[in-house]
């Protein structure tokens, strides 16, 4: 049977590589993002690459329309072998000048989200697993869960507790076979990373590609080994 995946924040960046890479591993997907007309684009041209795709726009921050994407995705496909919470916002501000609205939004996204995914798959995840031996979560974390930064103390908060939540997943559901990753980037080449390369070169940032690639990388390992998180640096950069 086709293994599928769900990812959030698909539309561009780490979310579309790792789905373009996960269309040349035969996967059925459900991309999902909040602006439709970037979801178009990338749903097209993932059909184009030969996959099997459904596209969900949806505000992350809205529980309905998580549990909407999900439900999608079961009617679509019936099973969930890999789930990719990838959605994420960060506003860099100091702290005297950052606004509950903005500070809300980031916790919404990068955390509650990822929470809510859980609760609403693990019963597809779990299924997988008893089929197969093993289902993937991959988070999405930062090098900021690691070392956190001024001016983005929100966003290291949330990203710190992504990668809490993986490792409590781990303990919670590694046993049912679903096991969880935290990717922990620093900077990647992507719109998001846009305010920074002016200090650090586009050319120079970590590849959307070389997440996708240790992603793949994941689904090769047995039911035996769990990798709880990877971070990615650039040459001569401490990971802390």
């Known amino acids: 049977m086709q293994p599928s995946a769900l990812i959030t924040g698909a539309s561009s960046g780490i979310g579309l590589a790792i789905a373009r890479m996960l269309i040349g591993e035969g996967y059925g997907l459900t991309v999902v993002a909040r602006r439709p007309e970037k979801l178009e684009a990338a749903r097209a041209e993932l059909e184009a690459l030969g996959g099997d ?109 992504v990668r809490s939540l993986t490792i409590s997943m781990n303990k919670e559901l590694g046993t049912s076979g679903v096991h969880s990753t935290a990717l922990c980037p620093g900077f990647v080449e992507t719109p998001m990373t846009e305010f920074a390369q002016g200090g650090v070169p586009a050319e120079q940032m970590i590849r959307p590609e070389d997440i996708a690639g240790a992603v793949k990388m994941l689904l090769g390992l047995s039911q035996y080994c769990i990798v709880p998180e990877i971070p990615f640096i650039r040459p001569g950069e401490d990971a802390v």
């Open 53 to 161: 795709v459904i596209a969900v726009a949806a505000n992350l921050t809205d529980e309905a329309s998580i549990v909407e994407a999900v439900e999608a995705h079961k009617a679509k496909f019936g099973r969930l072998d890999l789930l990719v919470n990838n959605a994420g916002v960060g506003i860099g501000q100091p702290v005297d000048a950052i606004t509950t609205k903005h500070f809300d939004l980031q916790f919404d996204t990068n955390v509650r989200a990822a929470f809510l995914f859980y609760r609403e798959c693990v019963g597809l995840l779990k299924a997988s697993a008893a089929e197969t031996g093993v289902s993937r979560v991959v988070n999405t974390s930062s090098i900021t869960a690691l070392s956190p930064q001024p001016w983005l103390s929100a966003y290291s908060a949330t990203k710190a507790a």
